[in-house]
């Protein structure tokens, strides 16, 4: 992750982490230590990473649902494809039982295989609407940035900030 910082750094911290929070896996539960780390104010770092991280999210809603179908189709990647299809539909479950509520609680549970990119795919797979899957997706993103920020700056670090 610092490579990825480092790379992007002459564009500035703030840029460098707005990309870092759009890479999958990544995204805010990644960019927001990083940015804590580095320093950086965390009103700044917590708004940068929940814009990054929530920008590449309608895209993945409209088109990811697609893209799977097209990549399941490429010989190199099909396994691949089929393996994180099946992957992402064994987490809808409780998406699906819980609808727009379950897809929030699955962005904001700040662990691996969670987030916004996660969440996105599911409701692209699910053939959400984007007026249903994105208010959700927000919320989650919102409510992880809070519990990462807090994690990353410390309870007492971040009340004494505000």
């Known amino acids: 992750m610092q490579a990825i910082f480092d790379f992007f750094s002459f564009l500035g911290q703030e840029i460098s982490l707005f990309v870092i929070s759009m890479i999958p896996l990544i995204e805010l539960r990644g960019s927001i230590p990083l940015g804590a780390a580095m320093g950086m104010p965390w009103l700044t770092v917590f708004l940068v990473s929940i814009v990054g991280n929530m920008l590449p999210v309608p895209f993945i809603i409209l088109f990811g649902r697609q893209l799977i179908k097209w990549l399941k189709k490429v010989p190199l990647i099909s396994k691949l494809a089929h393996k994180v299809e099946n992957r992402l539909l064994s987490k809808s479950k409780n998406v699906t039982k819980y609808e727009m509520l379950g897809l929030c609680i699955f962005v904001a549970i700040p662990l691996p295989g969670t987030g916004a990119w996660s969440g996105a795919a599911i409701a692209a797979l699910?053939?959400?609407?984007?007026?249903?899957?994105?208010?959700?997706?927000?919320?989650?993103?919102?409510?992880?940035?809070?519990?990462?920020?807090?994690?990353?700056?410390?309870?007492?670090?971040?009340?004494?900030?505000l």
């Open 126 to 161: 699910l053939n959400m609407r984007i007026s249903k899957a994105l208010p959700p997706i927000l919320l989650g993103v919102f409510i992880a940035g809070v519990l990462v920020t807090l994690a990353a700056y410390g309870v007492v670090g971040f009340i004494g900030l």
